[in-house]
């Protein structure tokens, strides 16, 4: 019997959600997907030591220092993520700029220049912005222009439907901090089959396939390997390295939970008022939108001390 990540690969491309440079070696995942918080993180390993050194000795004294490094050091680490993964590497906007449609459509713009000056191409990145409706709309432009997308942070049917009406390239819904929200307030526990955020994400992939939307599911933000299994057959999955290393030592059977059907309908456009009344009445949604984009601003503050604090 074959692991249930090999089991898992045949049928879900494995995303691994780290910006460990030696997870990533190890894990050999198709595609790798980063965040203020995981750039953060790996900014703070030993691995990455000497090139946060080396990146403030030569852009020390530029105007806006800090903002550059930060910059220079976020692509630098994508940079190396390509190098190792075949597929792609998700780099994500300011959070800051969420609500900015206008400033998120420029980040992205230098990111995917920043990195082209590296020697990696767009068509190995995607630019990850928060599923709010100005990220959405920045993703719209972004995606015409070649700039192919991964909106993040969301947990809303509303969410999704506005992204496939955008032609976002790819969605990542959440699981675990859904299930974090309705195991707190109700104080129930789940079993996988019962679990809200997998309901979730099963809701949103069966909205896609029926409606022939072409925009890609990647489930992602997992507290268990059950919540991944239960989710066996989704375009891709994104999974922290330890949950990936739990799945490579189970050595049981892995059943395919998700199919993508013949589409039966074609859905409708989502228009602003919409979306906001739609997201608006979803308590869930509304809460972890603005605390994912909070907790990402607060991590992104974090890297920028310790910027300054060496300059």
Same mark, same amino acid.
């Given at each position: 019997m074959?692991?249930?990540?090999d089991?898992?690969?045949a049928?879900?491309v494995?995303?691994?959600?780290?910006?460990?440079i030696?997870?990533?070696r190890?894990?050999? /995942?198709?595609?790798?997907?980063?965040?203020p918080?995981l750039v953060?993180?790996a900014?703070?390993?030993?691995?990455?030591?000497e090139k946060?050194?080396?990146t403030?000795?030569?852009?020390?004294?530029?105007?806006n220092?800090?903002?550059?490094?930060?910059?220079?050091?976020?692509?630098?680490?994508g940079?190396?993520?390509?190098?190792?993964? /075949?597929g792609?590497?998700?780099?994500?906007?300011?959070?800051?700029?969420s609500?900015?449609?206008?400033?998120?459509?420029?980040k992205?713009?230098?990111?995917?220049?920043?990195?082209a000056?590296?020697?990696?191409g767009?068509?190995?990145?995607?630019i990850?912005? @928060?599923?709010?409706?100005?990220g959405?709309?920045?993703a719209r432009?972004?995606e015409?222009?070649?700039?192919?997308?991964n909106?993040?942070?969301l947990f809303?049917?509303?969410?999704?439907?506005a992204?496939?009406? @955008?032609g976002?390239?790819?969605?990542?819904?959440?699981?675990?901090?859904?299930?974090?929200?309705?195991?707190?307030?109700?104080?129930?526990?789940?079993?996988?089959?019962?679990d809200?955020?997998v309901?979730?994400?099963r809701r949103?992939?069966?909205?896609y396939?029926?409606n022939?939307?072409?925009?890609v599911?990647?489930?992602?933000?997992?507290?268990?390997?059950g919540?991944? #299994?239960?989710l066996a057959?989704?375009?891709?999955?994104?999974?922290?390295?330890?949950l990936?290393?739990?799945?490579?030592a189970?050595?049981?059977?892995?059943?395919?939970k998700?199919t993508?059907?013949?589409?039966?309908?074609?859905?409708a /456009?989502?228009s602003?008022?919409d979306?906001?009344w739609a997201?608006?009445?979803?308590?869930?949604?509304? #809460?972890?939108?603005? #605390?994912?984009?909070r907790?990402?601003?607060i991590?992104?503050?974090?890297? #920028?001390a310790?910027?300054a604090a060496?300059?």
């Open positions: 074959t692991s249930k990540l089991q898992l690969s049928m879900t494995v995303v691994a959600d780290t910006g460990d030696d997870a990533v190890r894990l050999a /995942p198709q595609d790798c997907t980063t965040n918080s953060l993180k900014m703070q390993g030993a691995a990455m030591q946060f050194s080396q403030i000795a030569r852009l020390k004294g530029q105007s220092a800090v903002t550059a490094i930060v910059q220079d050091l976020t692509v630098g680490l940079a190396e993520l390509a190098a190792i993964v /075949p792609r590497v998700s780099t994500e906007v300011d959070a800051r700029l609500f900015d449609k206008d400033a998120s459509i420029a992205a713009r230098a990111l995917i220049d920043a990195y000056k590296l020697g990696v767009r068509a190995r990145i995607l990850k912005l @928060a599923a709010t409706w100005e959405i709309q920045a432009v972004l015409r222009e070649g700039i192919q997308c909106l993040t942070l809303s049917m509303a969410q999704a439907k992204c496939a009406d @955008a976002v390239f790819l969605i990542s819904p959440f699981v675990g901090r859904i299930t974090d929200w309705y195991s707190k307030a109700t104080g129930q526990t789940y079993t996988a089959e019962q809200p955020g309901l979730s994400v949103i992939y069966d909205h396939k029926s022939g939307i072409a925009t599911v990647m489930g992602a933000s997992f507290r268990n390997p919540q991944i #299994e239960a057959g989704c375009d891709r999955l994104t999974i922290s390295p330890d990936i290393a739990k799945l490579a189970d050595q049981g059977p892995l059943d395919r998700l993508a059907g013949a589409a039966t309908g074609t859905a /456009p989502t602003e008022a979306f906001r997201h608006n009445e979803d308590a869930m949604a509304t #809460e972890k939108l603005a #605390e994912g984009i907790n990402f601003h991590d992104a503050l974090k890297l #920028e310790l910027v060496q300059l």
